[in-house]
């Protein structure tokens, strides 16, 4: 028999002499592999999602929203701009009455497309464009799946009547329903011929594709140079519109991207680690075939096929197991966000995901087993480990000391026994600490998802409560029981001063703004001096204002102000057309500006205590109203995907506990023997065991908690800056859960193990 | 502190100048321009239709045959370049009123992204003419831009040579394109795109004009004698000329008076209806304005005055006596250019034929005898008051072999078909809006006793980058030359222009 056929039989029959064991490793590699899939689903599917979208709607470089206009006067002002590839007009009809499949709503927007073409910055997934006739209506994919509309369903539009659904289409320049508020496209050339011809047709939007988009600055220059006559103007560019949709969902998703890898990193040491425990498992075969002259190479490649035999159904399962639990909640999500799913663009990834699945444990197996086939014959039949024994470690699975009956009893003996294989402690404990760290990090994030709907702190208002109080009582207000921060918040009406129809929410703090709100920064830095502001990012663009460029505000009584911008921040308020400016220079031009007392409540303060206080005061406190009223229906699908990740990640930590704990059984056989053989029953095994688990679980908890709140959290908590501030350290209720989840976990770990240890024969564990 | 500059600190200031404005970069990259300026060997355009100007190779001369059949040269008679609408600016004056840009046509002139760097484009122009070797050059009206006594100083400077200091005032450059300016409606280089931080130092730092080193021929132009092109000077724009207050932003409410619309005939410098500027300067003075240096460098000049001052650079054969600059110069033996001074002396842009002229035009196409005879103007004649009379006088007139003219900033050439053989309009383009390109006209006898225009246009060889710049903003300025096409088409640039031989009746 040739060597290679040898060793697939020497792996065959090593499969089928530990069925058991086998299955078991297959199971990890299948969680190992179902986590990898999961990862691969979420990071791509969302990662590349706008990118996809834009793609495939061929999204303009800029969008430009005004005051309604007449179409051609329009069109000569973009005709004259540079570097225009194309343009296309439209009108954007707001709170229109719409109803279909027993559905209504009188909040819809309507489309209408001035002259309908090919590039209208939408992709139409199902059905046809519109054309110049016909009652046609072009629905968004988020509301037809919400509502269930199918190609060729009548659609009420109040003002045209019956209309039918020619096709779904996905325009990336919003968010979808229900994210977003229900969109639908429609012909104006088809609505005149229904209704007559307009004698002076509006448009209010423009979509325009640039031939070099690097230029898309130049372009902006332009545009507002020639934007006379125009009011309320309002740009948005590819990567600005990204940023909006980021605001309304990009946080979750940059945050389960990160997860994603982070899972991923779990995995792969993971399915390393069990690798590695199967060849320690090994070693006193290993040693024998070396003594009756198996070559190294041969013992190699034989433990690698065992490896890759259980892999590949237990790879192909995991990765089939975690696509389907996950696809369909992230599709989902891609449609709110109106993102077309990858469909098969995933399959590379996937299949990636698979080999590494496959090849990790196989390459897992092959190194230790390489590595211990080239030690001493007479030491692998002692059993020594992979690596090299520290000081403290002892041989042949003895006993740690001169008997089993020691100080601290069982438990003790099962913590120094899984104690003395250090290098394995510590690699177990990393990953159970990595998998901790990670529960933990989903647990403060399903929290702050929460807060989105209902905190307006998430999204830069670090203030809760607006107390109706001159700005005199900010201190008593500050003395108020869970009252962290108060101060006067000034907010007025202005205008920019050139005639640009620009209108801004000036807000003016007497100190610190970012105590109270502090939305994040795109450019620049924080506002210092008297003089200076910050300014949202739609009003920089809409101005072609940066850093160091003066801001001029027109307010109410006619006075104008003039500073210095210090930065530019990712706001949501007014399409970020928000100046923060400080007291001093608003209460100069305009002394009687009016205010309410913002506060900021210390963590854990009872909102109705504080809120009783203030109304003691005379106040009439208002709590801040929910900055994302649209989020429910996301949050309840990041819900969903962030169950389907716990729980891969939960059965990381069993998987990790189970094999830790058989391990330790395994190469302590004969002290269990012993105990056994000594009266001691199912029980002394638990007590034992519990000791094991105890010292991997107590340090991995330490250091899970130590991880998501010094590093994790704040990593994430960096990267979501851009979107929101989220403080995504675990709090105590986080901690106390995962804490409890690895007790139970580790509980489980130790029956089972235990329950199997049970069923062996002492008189085996005393031969060995 | 004197004013005045020693050589080494100017020698200093240049240099200094030439470095920071190659700091801000200019979007120099692959092939060179011909460092003639002849587009016959190469141009500028953009092919990829992405703003951005590249070099191209040159346009090769078309014949056009429309009013004879193209024959054989013999024999050149003149040579002569046509550059017009120099608009050489004081951007820091307070008596500009760029705000009203904002209203749209016909007040889009009233700023442009590049006119702090005129009196640069002016000296790239004359680089390119004295590579011509032409015999003289005809300036075609709208030397000035707001009829200031600076800005004739400096594009006097400019055609004479020496040290060309742009600007007013103590910094030079004080006005809406600083940074410090929060107005989006103006192009900002230290700040707006494209960048170019420190152009405006550098658009005002003195620099060394050649010279043009030729004799030139001065036309009057509505500019050159009118504030904005349009007004008479007043107490009001002379005191704001000089003074301390400028208009920068639109005053509130300010807006165009139902029906004011740009006519197809108007020029782009200025708007049509005489009076309008003066209405709205006078509402904005109500309005908020910006403190500036003062500086009485910045006096408005009085028709007579500029008349007198160019008048001085003309050498003509035959003028008429007064203050207006109509005469006539010989190029050669065989080319005679009559001159009209079509500026209004009451306000407005648009060319006005004065009682008198028919009559001294009527002269001077009978004195010809056998030479051909070019009619330059600054407005086109047939867009002017009464031009219809003059160019009934030309139609009658065998000699006439072009007439020649500015203010439109366009490139265009038409033939006019007569009984008595007909001559061709032809029309240049500005300097100041794109393609901010001068004319080369050579005449050349032909086979058969005819005659030939060969044209081609000239484009500016920078100073330094500054030049470069300003062809730069000035195509990618949405409300200049680049979307109303003043660059014309092929047969509007670099052409032979025939003409068959004179035929007297």
Known sequence: ?768 | MSGRIGRRAFLGRAMAGMGAAALAGCGAGGPLPAGSGSTLESTWGDPTGDGRLRVLAGEPLIARAELSAPAADVGVLATFAHLTDAHVLDASSPARVPFLRRLGPPFTSTFRPQESLTAQVLEGALTAVRALGAELVVQGGDLLDNDQGNELSQARSVLAGGIVTPGSGPHRYYGVQLASDPDPFYYRPDVDAPRHPGLLQAAVRPFLARGLGLPWVPVLGDHDILVAGELVPTPVTRALAVGDRALWELPPGLTLPPGFRLQATSSPDGPPAPGSVHEFLIRALAGPTVRVPVDLTRRQLTAGEVVAELRTAAAPTSTRTGDRLDYAVDVGERVRLIVLDLARRGGGSGGLVVAGQPAWLAGQLAQAGGQWLIIVSHQPLAESAAGGELLSLLDRSPQVLATLCGHTHRNRIAPRATAAGGYWQIETASLIDYPQQARALRIVATAGGGVAIRTWMLDHVGYGPLGRISRELAYLDAEGGRPQGFGGGRLDRNVVLYRRAAVRS
């Open chain 1, 1 to 768: 028999m040739s060597a290679p056929r040898s060793a697939l039989a020497l792996a065959l029959e090593g499969l089928r002499a530990r069925r058991r064991r086998a299955v078991l490793s297959g199971l990890g590699i299948a969680v190992a592999a179902a986590t990898l899939s999961v990862s691969v689903v979420i990071g791509y599917g969302l990662g590349t999602g706008f990118h996809r979208a834009t793609a495939a709607a061929g999204l303009p470089d800029v969008i430009v929203r005004f005051d309604p206009q007449a179409a051609p006067r329009v069109a000569a002002r973009i005709a004259a701009l540079p570097d225009v590839a194309r343009y296309a007009l439209r009108l954007e009809v707001t709170n229109v009455g719409i109803g279909a499949r027993g559905h209504q709503r009188g909040d819809a927007v309507a489309e209408v497309l001035d002259a309908p073409g090919t590039h209208q910055g939408y992709a139409v997934l199902s059905g046809h464009d519109l054309g110049d006739r016909g009652s046609d209506v072009l629905v968004e994919q988020g509301l037809a799946s919400a509502w269930g509309l199918a190609l060729g369903d009548p659609f009420y539009v109040d003002g045209l009547g019956p209309q039918r659904v020619v096709g779904f289409a996905e325009g990336p320049d919003d968010v979808g329903y229900p994210l977003g508020k229900p969109r639908f496209y429609l012909s104006r050339p088809a609505i005149d011929a229904q209704l007559g011809a307009q004698a002076d047709p509006r448009v209010d939007l423009a979509e325009i594709w640039l031939r070099n988009p690097a230029y898309l600055s130049e372009v902006l220059v332009q545009a507002r140079a020639t934007s006379f006559g125009l009011h309320d103007i309002r740009f948005a560019t590819r990567s600005g519109l990204r940023i909006l949709i980021d605001q309304a969902a990009g946080i979750v998703i940059d945050l389960l991207v990160a997860l994603s890898l982070i899972a991923l990193m779990t995995a792969g040491v993971m399915l390393a680690v069990s690798a590695r425990a199967e060849v320690q498992r090994r070693l006193g075969a290993i040693g024998v075939r070396r003594a009756v002259g198996a070559t190294r190479a041969y013992l190699t490649v034989a433990h690698a096929l065992e490896a890759t035999l259980v892999a590949l159904p237990a790879a192909s399962l995991g990765v089939l197991l975690g696509g389907l639990a996950t696809v369909a909640p992230a599709g989902r999500l891609e449609t709110m966000l109106n993102e077309p799913a990858p469909r098969w663009a995933l399959a590379g990834p996937l299949l990636l995901a698979w080999l590494a699945a496959v090849l990790i444990p196989s390459a897992g197996a092959a190194w230790p087993a390489w590595r211990a086939a080239g030690r001493p014959v007479a030491r692998l039949l002692r059993g020594a480990d992979v690596a090299s024994s520290g000081a403290g470690a002892t041989t042949r699975g003895g006993v740690p000391g001169s008997s089993p009956r020691l100080r601290g009893g069982l438990v003790a003996l099962g913590a120094r026994m899984v104690a003395a294989r250090r290098a394995r402690l510590a690699v177990t404990i990393a990953t159970l600490g990595l998998s901790a760290a990670f529960v933990l990090l989903l647990l403060a994030l399903a929290s702050e998802l929460s807060s989105l709907e209902t905190d307006p702190g998430a999204l830069g208002k670090r203030y809760a409560l607006t107390a109706a109080l001159p700005p005199s009582a900010a201190a008593r207000v500050r003395r108020i029981p869970g009252v962290l921060a108060a101060a006067p918040r000034y907010e007025v009406q202005g205008a920019d001063s050139f005639d640009l129809g620009e209108t801004i929410d000036v807000i003016a703090y007497p100190g610190d703004h970012t105590t109270f709100e502090a939305p994040a920064l795109v450019s620049g830095r924080r506002l210092r001096g008297g003089r200076e502001a910050e300014v949202g990012a739609g009003l920089a663009t809409a101005l072609g204002l940066t850093e160091g460029s003066t801001l001029a505000l027109a307010l109410a009584d006619g006075s104008e102000l003039r500073l210095r911008v210090a930065g530019v921040v990712s706001s949501l308020d007014d399409d970020g057309r928000v100046a923060y400016i400080p007291a001093s220079a608003l209460l100069g031009p305009e002394p009687a500006a009016p205010s309410a007392i913002a506060v900021v409540l210390a963590p854990g303060a009872d909102v109705s205590t504080v809120l009783a206080a203030l109304t003691r005061l005379g106040a009439a406190p208002t709590p801040v109203s929910t900055a994302v009223g649209r989020g429910v229906p996301l949050v309840d699908v990041l819900r969903t995907i962030l169950r389907a990740i716990a729980i891969v990640d939960g059965l990381v930590c069993l998987y990790a506990l189970v094999q830790a704990c058989a391990l330790t059984v395994q190469e302590r056989r004969p002290a269990v023997a012993v105990m056994r053989a000594g009266g001691g029953g199912v029980g002394a095994i638990v007590r034992l065991l519990a000791g094991a688990a105890l010292a991997i679980v107590t340090p991995a908890a330490v250091i899970g908690v130590l991880l998501e709140r010094g590093v994790l959290g704040p990593a994430l908590s960096h990267l979501a800056e851009s979107y929101a501030t989220l403080p995504l350290g675990a709090g105590p209720a986080e901690i106390l859960a995962v804490l409890a989840g690895l007790a139970l976990v580790a509980a489980v770990a130790v029956v089972s193990v235990a329950l199997d240890a049970a069923r062996e024969p002492v008189i085996r564990g005393l031969a060995t």
